[in-house]
């Protein structure tokens, strides 16, 4: 098969949807790649190593999108990029349809085969896509609250780790799952004082092993969150219900008992945030403060680490993406009900069922289960 890799054109998007170890990998296949030149350039992958990858550099994304029968991409497509792809193409990269009609329009009338990372899942329930950027967003909350913890930088100038003689800060991490385990190992080993809330009793009771009783576990509720968040240095706020926007379970009172000079870090702002004074920032301007603590709410965290997420998310993608390439799209999605789950759009059909709750009466779509688009 002829994959094909563009250069990222959202607003600040530095990562690619192959690595020249990806590209090596599916030359090893026997399939040829095309990589639009500078495609990785700005994290350190130049053209000469996709060359010597096996990759053939094209000189624009409309000869990528020409030639390609696949096309591998970390963004959802912009509508320029949208209107390059056409039936029989395949193109697998995050889309994010439900809250972006204009998106899913434009894919419809491509007629292309459209899998979303996002919807992928595994035999534990989980989504394996999604979740090495979540472990980056995890540990990035860390790194960004100890940063923002100095005084230069707004904060009240602790030290997370405390020294031989200081107590060390207080981190409460509200949220359990890869995040908020993430968080809790880059806190713990900075040497802070670690508490966990979670809803969840068989999580906590995993995390308790997990961390051999390092961190504190403590269930969720109004009372602890109120409690925890007034003596903590650093709260991260790592919860989600799936398919719903995240409960705001630090609420303005919250925030002004907090110390002055704190820090609050809400990864799940992606999902409307869980503190309620929490607006989405960007990593051109990434914190405010209210009442003396200071906000970090980046909706796009992975993307300040642009090598580190292009490499974790790759390793997740690859497996999925040498099925496809092999096999072709529809064998590769029959063969395996994860994948299948991940198809979205398929020569004009929605058969992604979320999708067509969230814009079926607006856009006038039904939905067609995916197996049977692709009969
Ligand atoms: N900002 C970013 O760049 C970025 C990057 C990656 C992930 N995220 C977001 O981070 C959030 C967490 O993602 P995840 O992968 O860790 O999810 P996850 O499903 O692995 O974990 C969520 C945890 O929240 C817990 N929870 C639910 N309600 C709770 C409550 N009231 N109190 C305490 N815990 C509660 C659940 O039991 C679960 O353990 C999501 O909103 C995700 O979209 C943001």
């Known amino acids: 098969m002829l994959v094909g890799v563009p250069k990222e054109i959202k607003n600040h998007e530095y990562r690619v949807g192959l690595t020249p170890a990806a590209v090596k990998e599916f030359a090893?296949?026997?399939?040829?790649?095309?990589?639009?030149?500078?495609?990785?350039?700005?994290?350190g992958f130049s053209d000469e190593d996709y060359i010597a990858a096996g990759a053939t550099i094209a000189s624009t994304a409309q000869q990528v999108f020409a030639e390609a029968e696949m096309i591998v991409?970390?963004?959802?497509?912009?509508?320029?990029e949208c209107?390059?792809?056409?039936?029989?193409?395949?193109?697998?990269?995050?889309?994010?349809?439900?809250?972006?009609?204009?998106?899913t329009e434009l894919l419809i009338a491509s007629g292309a085969t459209c899998i979303a990372y996002e919807t992928v899942t595994d035999n534990r329930n989980g989504l394996p896509l999604l979740a090495p950027m979540s472990e980056v967003a995890g540990r990035m909350s860390v790194q960004a609250g100890a940063h923002y913890l100095e005084k230069a930088n707004?904060?009240?100038?602790?030290?997370?780790?405390?020294?031989?003689?200081?107590a060390p800060g207080k981190v409460l991490v509200i949220g359990g799952g890869v995040v908020g385990t993430n968080a809790?190992?880059?806190a713990l080993g900075l040497g802070a004082d670690v508490t966990i809330l979670d809803r969840s009793l068989p999580r906590?009771?995993?995390?308790?092993?997990?961390?051999?009783?390092?961190?504190?576990?403590?269930?969720?509720?109004?009372?602890?969150?109120?409690?925890?968040?007034?003596?903590?240095?650093?709260?991260?706020?790592?919860?989600?219900?799936?398919?719903?926007?995240?409960?705001?379970?630090?609420?303005?009172?919250?925030?002004?008992?907090?110390?002055?000079?704190?820090?609050?870090?809400?990864?799940?702002?992606?999902q409307g945030g869980c503190f309620e004074t929490s607006k989405a920032t960007t990593h051109q301007d990434p914190v405010y403060v209210v009442d003396d603590v200071v906000h970090y709410c980046v909706a796009n965290m992975p993307g300040g680490v642009a090598r580190t997420s292009t490499m974790a998310l790759n390793n997740a993608t690859l497996p999925f993406g040498l099925a496809l390439a092999n096999k072709g799209a529809k064998q590769a999605m029959l063969d395996d009900k994860h994948l299948l789950n991940g198809l979205n759009v398929h020569e004009g059909k929605v058969t992604y069922k979320a999708v067509v709750d969230a814009l079926g009466e607006s856009l006038g779509l039904t939905y067609t289960p995916a197996e049977e688009a692709l009969k």
């Open 28 to 43: 090893a296949h026997g399939h040829n790649i095309v990589v639009e030149t500078q495609a990785g350039a700005a994290i």
């Open 73 to 80: 991409k970390v963004k959802e497509p912009q509508p320029n």
């Open 83 to 103: 209107k390059m792809l056409r039936k029989g193409q395949t193109l697998y990269t995050y889309l994010h349809l439900a809250p972006d009609p204009v998106q």
């Open 154 to 166: 707004g904060g009240s100038g602790t030290l997370l780790g405390g020294v031989p003689g200081v």
């Open 184 to 186: 809790a190992k880059m």
């Open 204 to 270: 906590l009771r995993q995390l308790d092993d997990i961390f051999n009783g390092q961190v504190k576990t403590v269930f969720s509720t109004v009372d602890a969150i109120e409690q925890y968040s007034a003596e903590a240095d650093l709260v991260v706020g790592a919860v989600l219900i799936p398919g719903a926007t995240a409960p705001k379970l630090l609420n303005k009172a919250h925030i002004k008992a907090m110390k002055p000079g704190a820090v609050v870090v809400d990864v799940a702002i992606d």
